[in-house]
């Protein structure tokens, strides 16, 4: 859903539905409608407006999802795809992975960690290219998922992706893997000076 306002939050439009429809959401008429963890990010440089949010309308792994507008809301494009999310197989608190985490308090069926009782998810991050002009169209998204993992050894490494074109494709750049890191620099620069960068905590 998205609503706006124009008047310092004073008064906001009419909620409606943004998410839309595509051939790699499955499960019921209404497209891709279960979803959770929408990011909205605005390029300042020219006012196109991109959501994201991790979309449950699969047969099997989640999947990210992003639609965008360059008419301040009033139309959206999309959605298109990012990612496939690797979160249906993180070890769960109660009888069939962790007892231990349930017997501390940890809610039955929770996304858990095989080191932490912890509940946790595979939200990502967007951000745009805020220099505009050429890069105007540059998006970048990370997350961390359990794509390199299992239920007995979860291992959220952190991915890396990139959008060239206003987010219609994405590819992947780079994975963090070292748990004990706190930060890192993508090897792939962006034009000129500066570089990619994402942060997270660890443990």
């Not at 890069?135 to 007995?152: C, E, H, Q």
Request: hydrophobic letters at 35%; charged letters at 15%; a positive charge.
């Amino acid at each position: 859903m998205m609503s706006f306002s124009d008047d310092r939050a004073r008064s906001w439009s009419m909620a409606r539905v943004i998410n839309g429809s595509a051939p790699f959401c499955v499960g019921g008429a209404r497209g891709c409608s279960n979803n959770q963890g929408s990011q909205p990010v605005v390029q300042p440089t020219n006012g196109h407006l991109y959501v994201t949010w991790e979309n449950f309308s699969t047969p099997d792994e989640n999947q990210y999802l992003l639609v965008s507008s360059a008419d301040g809301g009033a139309t959206f494009a999309g959605p298109f795809f990012v990612t496939s999310v690797f979160d249906v197989n993180y070890p769960t608190s109660g009888a069939n992975n962790r007892p231990d985490c349930q017997a501390r308090g940890q809610g039955n069926g929770r996304s858990v960690l095989t080191n932490s009782c912890a509940r946790v998810n595979a939200r990502g991050a967007l951000s745009v290219d805020k220099r505009g002009g050429a890069f105007a169209n540059d998006l970048y998204l990370v997350i961390a998922d359990n794509r390199n993992g299992t239920r007995v050894s979860s291992n959220t490494d952190v991915s890396f992706f990139k959008s060239t074109n206003g987010g219609r494709s994405w590819r992947p750049m780079n994975a963090a893997s070292a748990m004990k890191s706190r930060w890192f620099t993508s090897p792939k620069k962006t034009a000129g000076p500066c570089a990619s960068q994402a942060r997270w905590a660890a443990r």
